[in-house]
């Protein structure tokens, strides 16, 4: 699997977008760009993937650069709750791949 | 539906001693994964398990720690002789079928070592 390069940390006012970056220059083509994050010891939650499209679903949009080398998941009206550490993972999606996770991002969301 | 479900939450162990780490994937999931959290760290993939078959166990330590998912019954982590080294989150996770994209998680057991 290609790897992923994202920031150690952010911080996000509530109410704002969040905006996480994720830089995977190395992806295949038949790779997709999934996100995870894990709330406070949780098991990790799925967010959301995409190929080569952009993506929208009730939790997140993701943005993917036409180049595909890299990635932004926009939360878009931050809370407190979405304080957690988000994982960005490049994945083949054929058969059931094992998911890689990095050292991801610690969001934290400042009331 | 419930989530998937692993117990205990919580496992004390003396070294030396075993440790079994249950897994109930969600209902109809018969695809289940083991990830393993060190403190401080990322997850890390130890197995990957259909029913009655090991499919994947790349991420798997080769002495003292096996998993099993039988026709019937919960997936089992099990750690022969554990070692503090062992402390962890154990975190398993499950799908439906091949093709799927989502991995759906459980609250992960918490293993301490004494």
């Known amino acids: 699997d290609a790897k992923t390069t994202q920031p150690t940390s952010m911080d996000c006012a509530e109410g704002r977008a969040a905006n996480l970056p994720c830089n995977h220059s190395?992806?295949?083509?038949?790779?997709?760009v999934y996100w995870y994050r894990q709330i406070h010891s949780q098991g990790p939650q799925y967010i959301i993937h995409?190929?080569?499209n952009n993506e929208t679903n009730e939790m997140a949009s993701l943005i993917i650069t036409e180049d595909r080398k890299s990635s932004t998941l926009i939360l878009p009206h931050a809370t407190l709750r979405d304080t957690a550490v988000y994982y960005c993972?490049?994945?083949?999606?054929?058969?059931?791949?094992?998911?890689?996770f990095g050292t991801g991002t610690r969001l934290t969301i400042i009331p | 539906n419930a989530g998937v479900m692993q117990n205990p939450r919580h496992l004390v162990r003396r070294r030396g001693q075993e440790a079994r780490l249950r897994c109930s994937p969600m209902?109809?999931?018969?695809?289940v994964y083991w990830y393993r959290q060190l403190p401080e760290e990322g997850l890390k993939f130890m197995v990957y398990l259909q029913k009655e078959n090991i499919i994947d166990e790349s991420g798997m330590p080769k002495e003292r720690f096996s998993a099993e998912f039988p026709k019937e019954g919960p997936s089992i982590l099990r750690i022969q002789q554990v070692v503090r080294g062992d402390s962890a989150a154990y975190f398993c996770?499950?799908?439906?079928?091949?093709?799927?994209?989502?991995?759906?998680f459980g609250p992960g057991t918490r293993l301490t070592v004494t």
């Open positions: 996770a499950s799908s439906p079928d091949r093709n799927a994209y989502e991995q759906y």
């Open positions: 190395t992806i295949s083509g038949n790779e997709y």
């Open positions: 209902k109809g999931h018969s695809h």
């Open positions: 995409g190929l080569k």
């Open positions: 993972i490049v994945r083949a999606n054929f058969g059931n791949e094992k998911l890689t």
